[in-house]
């Protein structure tokens, strides 16, 4: 995924409230419109937990960064979605 495409998710995820809620409800389909492919043993018990709206709009531009130097990919960010809270 390239700087272009992470930064459009998160910015969909952070402004999208019904986008967002689907996210939360079903990480793995939501995920696998998007290619991303998950299994139920990826996701955390008892659910992801998203950084709130105004945390992911902040970290918008680091994210972006470091996926252009490849620091990051797809299930990276996943992961620090639900990981980092």
């Known amino acids: ?6 930064r459009a998710f998160l910015y969909l995820v952070a402004t ?41 709009l902040a970290k918008l531009d680091e994210l972006s960064d470091r996926l252009s130097q490849g620091g990051l990919c797809y299930s990276h960010v996943v992961c620090f979605l639900w990981l980092s809270k």
């Open 1 to 6: 995924m390239n700087k272009e495409q992470m």
């Open 16 to 56: 999208i409230p019904t986008y967002r809620s689907k996210l939360e409800r079903d990480p793995i389909a939501t995920l696998g419109d998007l290619g991303i492919t998950l299994v139920p043993t990826d996701v955390p018990e008892g659910g992801i937990r998203l950084l709130s709206n105004h945390e992911i």
